[in-house]
C-alpha cells in the first residue's frame, strides 16, 4: 500500500508539470491547479478516469507495463523517471529486509584492493541508502565529513545535510543536494523493502527543512557520472569528474571514482595525497 500511495503522489507531481499547450489540450475555464486535469492525462494515455484517479489515490495495484508506458509518455517522463515509475508500480516481491549494517556489509576483498590500485585517485564503494562501505585514503581526504561521522559508518547523505562543512565544502551545495536527494527517491522505490534506507529519509526529514522541501518535489534521478566542486580546506577551489560504476552481484553496492579535469584540479588531488588522515582506511 505505501508503494500505492507513493505512485499517486508520483503522478500527482508529474502532472503538475505538463502544461495543456504542450500535451496539445485546449486550455478552456479556469485551473485551480497548474499542469494537466486527471480526466486529460486519463483521455490522453486511452484509460478511464476512473482508473487514472483511483491510480493517484493509491487504490489501484498493479497497473501494466502498457498503462505505465502510456501514462510516462503523456506525462513526458525521462528514463530515469519511466525506471522510477515503473519501480514503484512493481515494487519487488521479496519479503522486507534491512540492509546490512554499514560496519557489517561486506566489500569483497578484490574490490578493497582496486580501491587501493587507484590511490592516485579519490574512490569509495556506496550501498543503495548512500552508506560509504569502504574508501581509499584519498577519498577520506577529499571528503572530511566522512572520518568524522557518527558511530554506524559515514553516509554522504547525512553528511550533505546535516554536517555543517558540507555548506562550505561544495560550493554548488544547492544543486547538489537536488541530486542526492533524486538519487534516494530513484533509490527507495527500487529498493523498496530496505527498511534502513526509509529510516535514512525519516531521519533527514526530521532534522533538515530543505531535505523535506526538496523530497517532496517527487523529482528523481541516477548516480551515473558528472562533474562535483569542492573548495576544500587544505586543497582550495577545484573540480572533479566522477564516474559510478555497479558492481554486480554485491547487495546493490557502487564504486565511485574521481578524476581531475584540469591542472588545478590535478595539483589539489596531490596536496591531498601528502595530508594527514584523521582515521584509518574505511
Known amino acids: 500500500m505505501k508503494q500505492a500511495l507513493e505512485l499517486g503522489r508520483f503522478l500527482r507531481s508529474r502532472r503538475s508539470h505538463v502544461t495543456p499547450e504542450s ?12 499542469g494537466l486535469r486527471r480526466e486529460e492525462v486519463a483521455g490522453l494515455a486511452g ?4 482508473y487514472y484517479t483511483r491510480l493517484e ?6 497497473p501494466s507495463d502498457a498503462v505505465l508506458d502510456a501514462l510516462a509518455r503523456v506525462l513526458r517522463l525521462d528514463a530515469t523517471e519511466r525506471a522510477h515509475l515503473h519501480d514503484l508500480a512493481h515494487p519487488s516481491q521479496r519479503r522486507p529486509t534491512e540492509l546490512p549494517h554499514p560496519g557489517a556489509q561486506r566489500v569483497r576483498a578484490n574490490v578493497r584492493r582496486l580501491l587501493d590500485a587507484v590511490g592516485a585517485v579519490p574512490a569509495y564503494v556506496l550501498d543503495p541508502g ?7 585514503e584519498l577519498a577520506l581526504a577529499l571528503v572530511p565529513g566522512l572520518t568524522g561521522a557518527p558511530t554506524g559508518g559515514p553516509n554522504l547523505a547525512r553528511h550533505i545535510f546535516l554536517d555543517t562543512s558540507a555548506r562550505s565544502l561544495y ?8 541530486q542526492t536527494i533524486g538519487y534516494l527517491r530513484f533509490s527507495a522505490a ?30 528523481v534521478r541516477e548516480k551515473t557520472y558528472g562533474t562535483k566542486s569542492f573548495d576544500h580546506p587544505l586543497a582550495g577551489r577545484f573540480d572533479v569528474a566522477y564516474e559510478t560504476l555497479s558492481l554486480p552481484g554485491d547487495e546493490g553496492q557502487s564504486l565511485v571514482v574521481f578524476t581531475a579535469v584540469d591542472g588545478t584540479a590535478e595539483s589539489a588531488l596531490k596536496r591531498l595525497r601528502g595530508s594527514p588522515i584523521a582515521c584509518p582506511q574505511l
Request: charged residues 20%; without cysteine; positive net charge.
Open 190 to 219: 527500487r529498493h523498496a523493502h530496505h527498511s534502513r534506507l526509509g529510516h535514512l529519509v525519516a531521519e533527514l526529514s526530521a532534522h533538515s527543512p530543505e531535505f523535506r522541501s526538496l523530497w517532496a518535489a517527487q523529482n
Open 130 to 136: 548512500m552508506d560509504v562501505l569502504a574508501a581509499n
Open 171 to 178: 560550493p554548488q551545495w544547492d544543486q547538489l543536494a537536488r
Open 23 to 34: 500535451a496539445g489540450v485546449p486550455a478552456l475555464g479556469r485551473r485551480r491547479v497548474p
Open 57 to 62: 489515490q493509491g487504490r489501484a495495484t498493479n
Open 47 to 50: 484509460v478511464s478516469t476512473v
